[in-house]
């Protein structure tokens, strides 16, 4: 379980993000969603340690993680940023750094077991030894996620994770990363552009303006009215069965 | 398709072996190099004193093993520097020199040698070396100055190293521009990188630097295997990325401001042997440092073969060897080879 207690944070005066409140549990996806700029990937990275709020907390199973080492917290959270840069590496090697927060110098047996297992689940035997440059986007990202989830984390945080991907590969990942939270019962806190693909796999919503919570909870927060507030954008949300789609109007 | 260990480092592992056996023949190859021929028994029983020859032993122990410890040095600190700066400024183009350090060396060079004149200097190979080594190590902390202010960014490191490599060059050429002659000569003559400047003295003081900062490096190759990501994900998994950073452009610049210092400026080995192993084995540092050292090794020492039997008895430094023969080879490999770099 993820606890995220009254956040705020400021970078050269500017407030980024102002008391941030929110408690995720696990095998369930809470999604993030806000414009460029809300203050996403900021939180993120306040919840991964990368950044250090200046007021408040965030908890790993009522652990606060002030008391955690960097490695400590690397074995507790697989983070999934936004993908700018891809080195000259294979599959498998990429794959394996994530289980480098528990090896040393040596690959255990049990970390090329674990490595073995999520290869399978990821489906990404056929291209093990390809450099990671020569595959698809779609397949890029599921090895991003493998790297992440290696390592058996309690919390994963993925930002953008769909971005660039065709409508088939983005319901592919979707449909892993939901897979993956419900069997391995992760914590996965995500950052979504689409709201569509948001309703279909998320349990979990909190929308953010200008770095401050406007709406948080289940599947119903989302109405007309807050997409309007949090993009500036007006939109009509129909039914398809149990299925909210939202439609821009203009 | 299940991966075992032993699968994954099969490949890596005899790679090693080639290396190494290679590395083991230019040795044996450079040391029979010269007037003075040994057999490979000759070798071992003038080296373990079974055969009482002094004048094979002085040979051997003063002027042939200098040398290729020397060769195994500096290919060593200047292909793993050339590896850990690619890996840590994120660019395929770094190298021990791309921040200057050589420019830097070059210039403490050419003040000791133009300023011997002076009031305060006694000229010696010593003043010289201890000059350029002093214009490194400004380099070195001119550069984690500006990196420090600016958060150890990749960009702002490697610029601060093309610009001050401009300002060093345009201060050794004022220098020169004042000096005679014969001191314009003694500067360039320094700048030739080569294997035969130093004796056992200078050897120990650049082991001294050099083997524990190697020993460091391939500890730490596991987490060099992680900083090759952006540094989000390099920390995400555990890695103090700054700690990292710092000790890494520490350790490389003193590496190769120790070898510049002694040897002169052996350019091109930190660029590519890091690459050519790439290309043969991948990025998992744990294989591609060592690795790197032999190929680096074993480059330097050919080279100096070459540059010591092609034009006998003259002997052309080996600085200008590595570039002359080994670009091309270079060449050949980047645009045979599947992998990329």
Known sequence: MLEVNNITFSYNNKEILNKIDFISK???????????????????????????????????????IKNLKSLEMAKKIGYCPQNSYSPQTTVFETILTGRMPFTRWFISKNDLELINDTIKLMGLSD???NNINHISGGELQKVIIARAIVSKPKILLLDEPINHL???????????????????????????????????????????????????????????NIIEKAFNLKVKIIYDGELPLVLPLS | MVVSHKQYTKNKFSTGIILALILLIAIILSINTGNIKFGIFKLFSVFFRFEDNPTLLHVLLNIRLPRVVNALLAGAALSVSGAIMQNLLKNPLASPFTLGISHGAVFGAAVAITLNKGIFLSYSIYTVVFFAFIGAILTMLIILFIGAIKGFSAYVVILAGVGLSSLFASLTMLLQYFSTDEEVAAIVFWTFGDLNKTTWNEIYIMLLIVIPSLVYFILKSPQYNITIWDDATAMSLGVNVKMLKITGLILTCLITAAIVSFMGIIGFIGLISPHIIRLIIGNDHRFLLPYS??????????????????????????GIITSLFGVPIFFYILLKNKGTI
Do not use: W
């Open chain 1, 127 to 129: 291209i093990l030894f």
């Open chain 2, 293 to 318: 050292i032999f190929l680096g090794s074993t480059i330097l020492l050919f080279s100096d073969i070459i540059g010591r039997i092609i034009l006998t008895p003259a002997t052309i430094p080996v």
């Open chain 1, 166 to 224: 065709d409508i088939k590969n983005q319901h592919e990942i979707m449909q892993l990363l939901y897979k993956i939270t419900k069997d391995l019962q992760i914590t996965s806190i995500i950052v979504l552009h689409d709201i569509n693909i948001a309703l279909r796999y998320a349990d979990n919503f909190i929308v953010l303006k200008d770095g401050a919570i406007i709406a948080s909870g289940a599947k119903e927060i989302i109405t007309e």
């Open chain 1, 26 to 64: 696990s095998g369930e996806i809470t999604t993030i969603l806000g414009e460029n700029g809300s203050g996403k990937t900021t939180l993120l990275k306040i919840i991964d340690k990368l950044l250090k709020p200046q007021n408040g907390c965030v908890l790993i199973e009522n652990q606060n």
